[in-house]
Every structure is written in C-alpha cells, then in structure tokens.
C-alpha cells in the first residue's frame, strides 16, 4: 500500500516531524494532489500552495479553481500567487521553464520564513528522478548528475520520490479522487517530455523494470559519491595551502582532474574550462591566466594559484601634493608626513622612510607598468625592472599585475609599495627633512 510505503521512506531519510506544519506546493495534477491528501491522512498539519503562471489560458484558470475547491473540500489553508511569467522570462532573459521554477520556489520561500513553516513539500516522484537522471546523461554530467532528485534538499521535502507516477495514480483511483491534466506534458516539444512520452515506454518495452533498476544504480552512486566526496575533501586539504596547489603534488592524486572540479567549480569556473585548465598540468607555463565572473586562477612557480577578481572601480592613478592621508578607491590609505632631523628607518614594509630633499613633489601611486625600472635599496649601478625584482621576491603573477609603485615628479619609482625603496633617496648621514610614507590596506 502506498500510505506505508511513503511512511517507510519519511522515516529512512528523516523528512517530516509530526508537530512540524509544512507547505505542500499543489498545481492539480495527480502528482500534487496525492501528496496533498496522503500527508494529510498520515496526520501531518499542512497547507497549501498554488502558482497561476497564466501560460494556458483558460487552462490555468481551470486549475486553479479545481485547487480552490479541493483544499476547500479537505479544510486545507490554501495561498495562492498570480504572476506573468511570460514578461519576467523576456524581463530576464531566461526561459518560460526557469522563469516558472525561480517565480515557484521564491514564493515558497517566502511563505515558508513569513508563516513558519518546517519545510516545502513537492511532489516529484520517481519517475520524475529518472527524467532528470537521463537528462544529464544525454547532456553530460558527472556522479551527481546521475544521482537522481535527492529527498530533501534545504527545506524542500519530496516525500513521494519512493512512488511511480502509476503507483500515484493508483491511490487516487481507489479514492475515487479526481485530479487536472497538464496539456503541456502530452506534447513532446521539450526534452523532458520526449523522453517521458517516447524514450522511457521503450526502454520498458526492453527492460520492464528499467526505471526500478535506473534508480538502483542511482541509490549506489549515491554511496560511491559519499566515498569521493570524502576523498576530495581530504585532498583538498592536504593540498591547498593559501589558495595554492603544488602542481606536482595535485598530479600524483588519483585524480587531479576531480580534485580540480571540487576546488574550482565554487568559484564559478565552467567545466569546459576546469577541463582546458587540467590539460595543461603536464606542460605548465607560468602566467596561464583563467579567468570566472569572480575568480581568476594561474599558473605560478610550480602552482594553481586562485585568488578572487577585483570588482571595484579601475583604479587610477593618484597625486599626492602635500602632506596628508590620501584615500584608494578600495578603502586603502596612504599617508605621507614630512619632518625635519633625520628619522630612524622603520623595517615595517608598509612604511617608507625617504630623503625628502631628494623628492620632488608631487607624488603619484599608481599601479606597475611594462617597462617600468627601479633602483633598489642598495644598488650602486644602474637600475633593474620592476617586474625582475618582484620576479626575485617571489611575487605571483596575479600580485605582480595588481603592486603599487610610488614615483615622483620626475616620474622617478621612490618606492616598490610594501618592498623595497629606491636607493636614490635613501636616508642617509646627510639627510635633515625625512618624508615618512605609511600605506595600510
């Protein structure tokens, strides 16, 4: 029987509570309206929730009054939501599907934190997981992507999933219980019902218990996915030290590739382009760049290096007169003061203690450019690259393309910000006014 077979499953992956109330999303379709009646049978407090999209016309009007008048029959608090789903898809560019399904799940949730509800009930069952499983197959997917529709997801609930849709069907029958029909779901226009209408019927022409076996597998993925999922994790950290990955060490894991996906794919990193990156392990170039909306990754002196984009505004380039503390774009501060005697030297590499008779003012801190040479402190001849000296000192590519020099007026680098200062003004015996600079970030 039905009723304690759903009773077996809420147990099993601890769904439901008994003094929990629950919001059960109903459309009217059999699926829906099952799940509506039985937790209400099994003595769970419920209510319901309806979405008019407006996409059937009449149709749609037609559901929603079937909604009212069952929930009015079961005494069931029913809340209803009207929306033009046709304008918000075309508003955000996405299709009528995922215009449907944000609008949906937004209106839950805000029922669910504005009423107090435990959870959402939804009622995807079985059939419905197998849909999604071959979905991704066809499209390409990884071990999560062949795991089926997982039973509870944050507070949405799916105590139906142990269910076929004709065990469903079934239980309604026998409560001589009507229920509405989706004319959308009898046309195969979209690959979700391609696959319901055409594909599964045959593969149980071939197989009668090919959708039970699919989620068999299903069940054990899930399992090895637990096992790899703990694996990576460890892997990750073993291997990530400061937002870097030893090349070396990632390529003698079992399987850099997974490792990659686990560390990069939260960053907004694409598959095709996790994929692009971890072809290139075997022959790395330092200064491969791969950049996500947020995230940027490179390949440094032997490692991954992931570090997030800048978002704020570009910075430019900025003057600084007179003495004062002058603001970056960012929040980050540069203060210059001037004073007379000859000040100690600070070994804080923030603080930049300079000859000030040797400046000429004013000053600008501006981002590193190509081509830009330096002095450093204590270099008697000549002059070196920039970029070779943060090359020396162990700076990343991303944090060569993003460090600060200070120069003068003559367009002269004074300072290397948070390294090292130019040997052209130094302190030193004869000096009488010092220019003290203090960048804090």
């Given at each position: 029987?039905?009723?304690?077979?759903?009773?077996?499953?809420?147990?099993?992956?601890?769904?439901l509570?008994y003094?929990g109330?629950?919001?059960?999303?109903v459309?009217?379709?059999?699926?829906?309206?099952?799940?509506?009646?039985?937790?209400k049978?099994?003595?769970?407090q419920?209510?319901?929730?309806?979405?008019n999209?407006?996409l059937?016309?009449?149709?749609?009007?037609?559901?929603?009054?079937f909604?009212?008048?069952?929930?009015?029959?079961?005494?069931?608090?029913?809340?209803i939501?009207?929306?033009?789903?046709?304008?918000?898809?075309?508003?955000?560019?996405?299709s009528?599907?995922?215009a449907?399904?944000?609008?949906r799940y937004r209106y839950f949730?805000?029922l669910?934190?504005?009423?107090?509800f435990?959870?959402?009930?939804?009622?995807?069952?079985?059939?419905?997981?197998?849909?999604t499983?071959?979905m991704?197959?066809?499209?390409?997917?990884?071990i999560h992507?062949?795991?089926?529709?997982k039973?509870?997801?944050?507070?949405?609930?799916?105590p139906?999933?142990?269910?076929?849709?004709?065990?469903?069907?079934?239980w309604?029958?026998?409560k001589?219980?009507a229920?509405?029909t989706?004319?959308?779901?009898?046309?195969?226009?979209?690959?979700r019902n391609?696959?319901?209408?055409?594909?599964?019927?045959?593969?149980?022409?071939?197989?009668p218990?090919?959708?039970?076996?699919?989620m068999?597998?299903?069940?054990?993925?899930?399992?090895?996915a637990?096992?790899?999922?703990?694996?990576?994790?460890?892997?990750l950290?073993r291997?990530?030290?400061n937002?870097?990955?030893?090349?070396?060490?990632?390529?003698?894991?079992?399987?850099?590739?997974?490792?990659?996906?686990?560390?990069?794919?939260?960053?907004?990193?694409?598959s095709?382009?996790i994929l692009?990156i971890?072809?290139r392990?075997?022959?790395p170039?330092?200064?491969a760049?791969?950049?996500?909306?947020?995230?940027e990754?490179?390949?440094?002196r032997?490692?991954?290096?992931?570090?997030?984009r800048?978002?704020?505004?570009?910075?430019?380039?900025?003057?600084?007169p007179?003495?004062?503390i002058?603001?970056?774009?960012?929040g980050r501060?540069?203060?210059?003061?001037?004073?007379?005697?000859?000040t100690?030297v600070?070994?804080?590499?923030?603080?930049?203690t300079l000859?000030?008779?040797?400046?000429?003012?004013?000053?600008?801190?501006?981002?590193?450019?190509?081509?830009?040479?330096?002095?450093p402190f204590?270099?008697?001849?000549?002059?070196?690259?920039?970029?070779d000296?943060l090359?020396?000192?162990?700076?990343?590519?991303?944090?060569?393309?993003n460090?600060?020099?200070?120069?003068?007026?003559?367009?002269?680098?004074v300072?290397?910000?948070?390294h090292?200062v130019?040997?052209?003004?130094r302190?030193?015996?004869?000096?009488t006014?010092?220019?003290t600079l203090?960048?804090t970030?």
């Amino acid at each position: 029987m039905l009723n304690s077979k759903i009773v077996r499953f809420i147990g099993l992956h601890r769904l439901l509570e008994y003094n929990g109330k629950y919001l059960v999303a109903v459309s009217g379709g059999a699926d829906s309206v099952c799940l509506l009646l039985l937790l209400k049978e099994l003595g769970y407090q419920v209510e319901a929730a309806h979405c008019n999209f407006h996409l059937r016309g009449q149709e749609s009007q037609r559901d929603e009054e079937f909604v009212k008048s069952l929930c009015k029959k079961n005494d069931v608090a029913l809340h209803i939501a009207h929306y033009d789903t046709l304008a918000y898809a075309q508003l955000h560019k996405m299709s009528i599907e995922m215009a449907a399904r944000t609008l949906r799940y937004r209106y839950f949730e805000q029922l669910r934190q504005d009423l107090g509800f435990s959870g959402i009930c939804v009622a995807h069952h079985r059939d419905d997981s197998v849909e999604t499983i071959l979905m991704n197959l066809i499209r390409g997917t990884g071990i999560h992507g062949l795991t089926g529709i997982k039973p509870l997801n944050g507070y949405v609930v799916r105590p139906l999933l142990c269910a076929s849709r004709k065990e469903i069907e079934q239980w309604l029958r026998e409560k001589s219980q009507a229920y509405v029909t989706d004319s959308t779901n009898l046309h195969d226009d979209i690959v979700r019902n391609k696959l319901r209408l055409n594909i599964i019927p045959l593969l149980h022409e071939v197989m009668p218990k090919a959708s039970a076996n699919i989620m068999t597998t299903a069940a054990h993925l899930r399992e090895t996915a637990l096992v790899a999922d703990a694996a990576i994790e460890a892997a990750l950290q073993r291997l990530v030290k400061n937002n870097r990955i030893a090349l070396e060490a990632l390529l003698s894991e079992p399987s850099a590739e997974s490792i990659l996906f686990a560390w990069l794919e939260p960053a907004g990193f694409s598959s095709a382009t996790i994929l692009q990156i971890a072809s290139r392990l075997m022959h790395p170039v330092t200064g491969a760049l791969w950049q996500s909306a947020t995230h940027e990754v490179c390949i440094d002196r032997g490692c991954l290096l992931l570090q997030q984009r800048e978002t704020g505004p570009e910075m430019s380039p900025l003057l600084i007169p007179e003495p004062g503390i002058y603001v970056l774009p960012d929040g980050r501060r540069l203060r210059l003061a001037i004073s007379d005697g000859n000040t100690s030297v600070s070994r804080d590499p923030w603080v930049a203690t300079l000859d000030a008779s040797k400046l000429a003012l004013p000053l600008t801190l501006r981002r590193m450019q190509t081509g830009d040479r330096f002095v450093p402190f204590g270099m008697k001849k000549g002059s070196r690259l920039v970029c070779d000296c943060l090359t020396d000192w162990k700076l990343s590519v991303l944090e060569k393309r993003n460090q600060l020099v200070l120069a003068d007026a003559t367009g002269t680098i004074v300072w290397v910000v948070g390294h090292r200062v130019s040997e052209l003004c130094r302190v030193d015996e004869q000096t009488t006014r010092c220019a003290t600079l203090h960048f804090t970030t």
